[in-house]
Every structure is written in C-alpha cells, then in structure tokens.
C-alpha cells in the first residue's frame, strides 16, 4: 500500500513558479513509476508528467513541455513538479499517481493505469 500526500500548491499570478510535491509512504515507493495529472472544474482529470521509478525517464504533455520538470528523490520518498511559467490554463486541482511494480509496457496518460492517488492540490493562476 502507498498512501500519497500532494502539497505546495496555492495563489500566484501568471508568468510565475510553483513547485509542487507529492511525499509517499510505503517501503515499496522506489519501485513504483509516478505520474501527475491535473483536473479543472467540470473538465476530464489530465496527465501532465510521469517519471519512472528510477527516475531516469520522464514524459510530459505537450501542454507543459518546456515549462514543467517532474523530478523525484527516493530517498525522501518524494516526488516534485516543478512548474514554470504558469498560465492561468494551468489552473487546476493537481494529482500525484503512483503504479503498482508489475511487468508490462502501459500507456502513462491514462490514469487508469495508476493504483494510488493522492488528494490533491489546488493550483490557481490569475491573469
């Protein structure tokens, strides 16, 4: 089991920076590929980033590429979303997602590939 806790969200205007963090417990977390995702009210929950277990691979939407660095330290069971340059379509409540270790390729922009979420983090952009 992995419990997830998203945090470092809040209020600021566009052109700005926030970087948010999702903190994991559970022995297993360094083995488990983790994803963000974002929701805007009365919109679909979007992938934004995903990074494997390792780190040492990360994809993003096209919509943030260039803006957003998702980075992780497994040693503080800690994963983080560095957003840049925000705009107010940034807006949204933002989800860490973590998958289960199992074998397999997996399509990381579908949400219903991850096991654990957190319970998110309120990202507001003004203009």
């Known amino acids: 089991q992995v419990l997830l806790v998203e945090s470092g969200g809040g209020l600021v205007q566009a052109g700005g920076s926030l970087r948010l963090s999702c903190a994991a417990s559970?022995?297993?977390?360094?083995?488990?590929?983790v994803g963000w995702f974002r929701q805007a009210p009365g919109k679909e929950r979007d992938f934004v980033a995903h990074?494997?277990?390792?780190?040492?691979?990360?994809y993003y939407a096209d919509s943030v590429k260039g803006r957003f660095i998702i980075s992780r330290d497994n040693a503080k069971n800690t994963v983080y979303l560095q957003m840049n340059s925000l705009k107010p379509e940034d807006t949204a409540v933002y989800y860490c997602?973590?998958?289960?270790?199992?074998?397999?390729?997996?399509?990381?922009?579908?949400?219903?590939?991850?096991?654990?979420w957190g319970q998110g983090t309120q990202v507001t952009v003004s203009s």
């Open positions: 997602a973590a998958r289960k270790n199992r074998a397999g390729s997996y399509t990381a922009q579908s949400r219903y590939e991850y096991d654990y």
């Open positions: 559970g022995r297993t977390f360094s083995s488990n590929n």
């Open positions: 990074i494997t277990s390792s780190g040492t691979s990360t």
